[in-house]
């Protein structure tokens, strides 16, 4: 799973600066509460970018900190409350894993750019009332310290067109080339599709 995000450049809103938030809400509560939140026509800073996960406890650490690494200037983890959870224990452990998350982002000076929320998909004014919240704490923050410019993550290979073939192809398809090295190409394709995994999986975070 992704959270690559990009955030490198904070949102201008007239002179002032706007943070940039990302936003882990559970498809079974917290994300209906945002729906709810946009149906009802309940106001709350553009702020936050919203990725719907299947539970709380499906956000990992590393996602947390590569996507403040990536320049995020806050991340919310927002979950349904505590014994409505749709895998009956799945925002206990995420309660325990963001609460051991931020015990290690205290000693960098991160701790206060996370926050874990309890929204229920009957919530949707609460939602906006917690990215507004949000907003504010961060703004009092500024801007994350930690920018980083996204880079694609891989190029696709130059390649030739097989003999008697059409010489258009969809952009990043692989077609094979008869009279020369191919095989290079095609381990040089699935070298950098096996980097992008690894770094998906946020084994790259220090």
Same mark, same amino acid.
């Given at each position: 799973?992704?959270?690559? !995000?990009?955030?490198? /450049?904070? $949102?201008?809103? @007239?002179?002032?600066w *706007?943070?940039?938030i990302l936003?882990?809400?559970?498809?079974?509560?917290?994300?209906?509460?945002?729906?709810? &939140? +946009? !149906?009802?026509?309940?106001?709350? =800073?553009?702020? $936050?970018?919203?990725?719907?996960?299947?539970c709380?406890?499906r $956000? *990992? =650490?590393?996602?947390?900190?590569?996507?403040?690494k990536? @320049?995020?200037?806050g991340?919310?983890? &927002?979950?349904?409350?505590i014994?409505?959870?749709?895998?009956?224990d799945?925002?206990?452990? &995420?309660?325990?894993?963001?609460?051991?998350?931020? /015990?290690? %982002? #205290?000693? %960098?000076?991160?701790?206060?750019? %996370?926050?874990? *929320?309890?929204?229920? #998909?009957?919530?949707?004014?609460r939602?906006s009332? !917690?990215?507004?919240e949000?907003? *504010?704490?961060?703004?009092?923050? +500024?801007?994350?310290?930690v920018?980083?410019?996204?880079?694609p993550?891989?190029?696709?290979?130059?390649v030739?067109?097989?003999?008697?073939?059409?010489?258009y192809?969809?952009?990043? #398809?692989?077609? =094979?080339?008869?009279?020369? @090295?191919?095989?290079?190409d095609?381990?040089?394709l699935?070298?950098?599709a096996?980097?992008? #995994?690894? /770094?998906?999986? +946020?084994?790259? !975070?220090?």
């Amino acid at each position: 799973m992704s959270v690559q !995000v990009d955030t490198a /450049k904070p $949102v201008q809103i @007239g002179n002032g600066w *706007e943070p940039n938030i990302l936003a882990f809400c559970c498809n079974w509560c917290s994300y209906a509460g945002a729906d709810l &939140a +946009g !149906v009802s026509r309940f106001q709350y =800073p553009s702020t $936050v970018k919203i990725l719907r996960v299947m539970c709380s406890s499906r $956000v *990992e =650490p590393a996602f947390i900190l590569k996507a403040l690494k990536d @320049g995020a200037d806050g991340v919310l983890i &927002a979950g349904c409350h505590i014994g409505d959870c749709h895998y009956i224990d799945g925002n206990k452990n &995420a309660e325990v894993r963001i609460n051991n998350t931020r /015990k290690a %982002l #205290a000693k %960098l000076g991160f701790d206060k750019r %996370l926050r874990l *929320e309890w929204v229920s #998909a009957s919530e949707g004014l609460r939602f906006s009332q !917690v990215i507004k919240e949000f907003t *504010e704490e961060i703004k009092k923050l +500024g801007q994350n310290p930690v920018k980083k410019d996204i880079k694609p993550q891989m190029k696709a290979p130059r390649v030739a067109p097989l003999e008697g073939a059409s010489t258009y192809a969809p952009a990043g #398809a692989y077609v =094979p080339n008869q009279n020369s @090295g191919h095989d290079a190409d095609k381990g040089e394709l699935n070298s950098s599709a096996d980097k992008s #995994a690894t /770094k998906v999986q +946020g084994s790259e !975070v220090k």
